[in-house]
């Protein structure tokens, strides 16, 4: 009797685990195809248009973007495309690949100018990067840009810095490779540079050009990957003009004084802060959200024994413990989850909480074997008794 006990309680515990692994992965499978459809849909700006600057006759005000996004180095519009985003700097070229202008982790990353540039746009060579997302999100459409009728029919934006306004006119979009120093290396460049190293280059493959742009005092410079290419490159090279409209606030010695811009016409600071939104986490992990399915799972095999019990058999307190403990875990893991995962953003993997999911998980799983071990010695015991 004693074996069949323990037989039935590992059957129960064994199918339980199956139970839980299947779902899990279903799940996940699931979660994975609306991930990638929510970031394929996050990734277009509309959620960042309210902190555009905004044009007022020859005044042009940076305070909502300022007080909003901590790194934002100025605002850049493609005419008529998808480009239309704040432009971050970060103090190296990953970082903001992978980072949303928030800073939280996103895997559509940010519009972010490389490293080495001063951030306020001076350099006459200035690089932004930006990831290809295949629905024309990010620098997506820099692709279209390949083709001669598209490349012709947008030729000009803006770009609104810390300091000044420019116009954007596109001189050429080229392929390269992410190696060439012709276009990666470099901070500085004038008009014969461009002929001589870029536009002659044979590592550089020059698609449509624009005859009307002859000369350019300042360069900006477009890269995103080259789809299905690793290596591949897609660099639209355009030119700055400044057009002469006033930024506010305007930047003191030094710089920008953010703490101004962040107050607003009550005096309240409005900076979001970094990895904050409305009191949750930049991101969720899903770490956590497993933790929390096997918390509850833990529930199952003492909740199945427990009603497996005859139903003439006399129920003491001991019996309610262990499924008792096991539900309080799984709602403190439950509360957790809820109060500081807001799973309409991006996902991560880890985050600040997850410590303590695991401590809950690891809690209820101890108590879980804690109370079948107790229930099988009992049952020994009652048997050997019975035997006697």
């Keep these: 009797m004693a074996f069949a006990s323990v037989l039935k309680i590992a059957n129960t515990i064994l199918s339980s685990v199956a139970t839980a692994t299947a779902v899990s992965v279903m799940a996940f499978s699931g979660y994975m195809l609306y991930e990638n459809q929510y970031v ?17 006759g020859d005044v042009v005000s940076i305070d909502a973007l300022l007080a909003n996004i901590t790194d934002a ?28 202008v928030y800073q939280a ?7 972010y100018i490389q490293a080495k540039n ?19 999100a990010m620098f997506g459409d820099l692709s279209k840009y390949l083709d001669a009728d598209f490349f012709n029919a947008h030729l000009s934006g803006s770009l609104v810095t810390l300091k000044e306004v420019y116009d954007i006119d596109v001189i050429s979009v080229v392929k390269t490779n992410a190696y060439e120093k012709a276009i990666y290396d470099r901070t500085s460049l004038d008009w014969t540079g461009y002929q001589d190293l870029i536009s002659n280059n044979a590592d550089v493959h020059l698609v449509n050009s624009n005859p009307a742009i002859t000369s ?4 900006l410079v477009l890269s995103t990957c080259e789809g299905g290419i690793t290596d591949g490159r897609v660099v639209l090279i355009c030119s700055l003009t400044e057009e002469g409209k006033k930024v506010v606030p305007e930047p003191d010695q030094d710089g920008i004084n953010r703490q101004d811009a962040a107050e607003d016409k009550g005096g309240k600071a409005v900076i979001v ?10 991101s969720w992990s899903i770490v956590n959200l497993f933790c929390l399915f096997l918390t509850f799972v833990t529930i199952l095999p003492y909740a199945l024994d427990f009603m497996d019990r005859k139903k003439e058999e006399k129920k003491t307190w ?12 799984a709602i ?35 108590t879980e074997e804690f109370c079948l071990r107790r229930k099988k010695d009992e049952d020994n015991l009652a048997e050997e008794t019975a035997d006697a």
């Excluded at 849909?41 to 555009?52: C, E, H, N, T």
């Excluded at 802060?273 to 930049?282: I, L, R, S, V």
């Excluded at 019996?319 to 875990?329: E, K, M, V």
């Design 40 to 56: 394929q849909s996050r990734a277009y700006g509309s959620a960042m248009i309210q902190y555009k600057p905004e044009v007022q």
């Design 73 to 100: 180095s100025g605002w850049i519009t493609i005419d008529d495309t998808h480009i239309d985003y704040p432009v971050v700097q970060g103090l190296d070229d990953v970082y903001y690949a992978n980072h949303d």
């Design 105 to 111: 982790q996103s895997l559509t990353g940010s519009i």
């Design 118 to 136: 001063s951030n306020d746009f001076s350099d006459s060579y200035t690089l932004i990067y930006g990831h290809h997302m295949d629905n024309g």
């Design 216 to 219: 350019a005092d300042k360069f």
């Design 273 to 282: 802060k970094t990895g904050e939104a409305g009191g949750k986490g930049g």
């Design 318 to 329: 001991k019996d309610y413990t262990g499924l008792s403990l096991n539900i309080i875990l």
């Design 332 to 366: 403190i893991s439950a509360v957790i989850f809820i109060l500081y995962e807001d799973m309409t953003l991006p996902m991560a993997i880890l985050d600040k909480y997850t410590p303590w999911m695991l401590i809950v998980l690891g809690l209820a799983m101890a």
